[in-house]
């Protein structure tokens, strides 16, 4: 029986889309956007992102309330495990003991690809520390595994690099690490339309995560709707299992059977 809501660590939740709040031309359009996403969870970057950290500048959290929505802090631009590590403290702070954490430890500025060892390494202190973590990862199977087993809460690997827009590039890794997989896969990074978040969730990932794609769309607010039903659609089709592939021997799509021919 395939879970009707996506469940990670002690939360449960309705929607499998996620979304970030960069990049957007201002606060009023991040939160018409959100909105029209019907996303629970929403991803901010604290070493980018006031949500009061800094009281002479606008608050994030004035539009998207933590009364209703999750807020999914994330150490995006941390390039070592300390800061990551300092980061996701500083969130726990600024949110009053909020535990659930997006852990993303970066490999360089160009390309924004993970660093797998400094993400190993954050993961493991604040597991023991207590949080609740989903990770940003490689495509790599056997890194997942490592993640999940040293207690990572879901596992989030890259479809293509962060802002490409490129899709989802190894559909084949995402599958092994799916299947293998005891925690919730979620596809972060890559995605460029709704074909492509459709797509991850065709794959039979729990969610995608995406916030490029939404904000650099020349609507974004349209865009984001088309992203919910993208994110449904793909998994409907997915639980309805689709039709097996066949290379030749087309068939015709009526059966003969009862017809009579002159």
Avoid at 83 to 106: F, I, P
Avoid at 136 to 156: F, H, K, N, R
Avoid at 182 to 197: C, E, Q, R, W, Y
Avoid at 226 to 234: P, S
């Amino acid at each position: 029986m395939e879970e009707k809501n996506l469940i990670l660590g002690s939360r449960t939740f309705q929607s499998r889309l996620l979304v970030g709040t960069g990049k957007y031309k201002n606060l009023n359009e991040t939160a018409l956007a959100i909105q029209a996403s019907g996303a629970e969870i929403v991803t901010v970057a604290i070493r980018r992102v006031n949500i009061g950290q800094y009281r002479d500048q606008p608050n994030l959290l004035s539009i998207i309330s933590p009364e209703q929505y999750t807020i999914l802090p994330n150490t995006a631009g941390c390039f070592d495990a300390d800061s990551a590590v300092r980061t996701s403290m500083l969130a726990r702070e600024l949110l009053d003991g909020h535990n659930l954490v997006k852990l993303e430890v970066l490999g360089d500025e160009k390309t924004l690809y993970p660093n797998i060892t400094e993400t190993l390494k954050a993961a493991r202190i604040l597991v023991d520390e207590g949080f609740e973590i989903m990770v940003y990862t490689s495509d790599d199977p056997i890194v997942a595994q490592e993640l999940e087993s040293m207690g990572c809460i879901a596992i989030m690997p890259l479809g293509s690099l962060i802002g490409s827009g490129l899709g989802i590039l190894n559909p084949h890794t995402i599958s092994i690490i799916k299947e293998n997989a005891k925690v919730p896969v979620l596809v972060d990074a890559g995605v460029g339309t709704a074909s492509d978040a459709a797509i991850a969730m065709e794959l039979g990932c729990d969610g995608v995560l995406m916030n490029t794609a939404i904000a650099a769309a020349q609507n974004p607010i349209l865009m984001a709707s088309a992203m919910k039903k993208a994110v449904e659609a793909g998994r409907e089709a997915f639980l309805a299992r689709r039709m097996p592939r066949k290379h030749l021997a087309a068939e015709a799509s009526s059966p003969e059977t009862g017809v009579f021919f002159l």
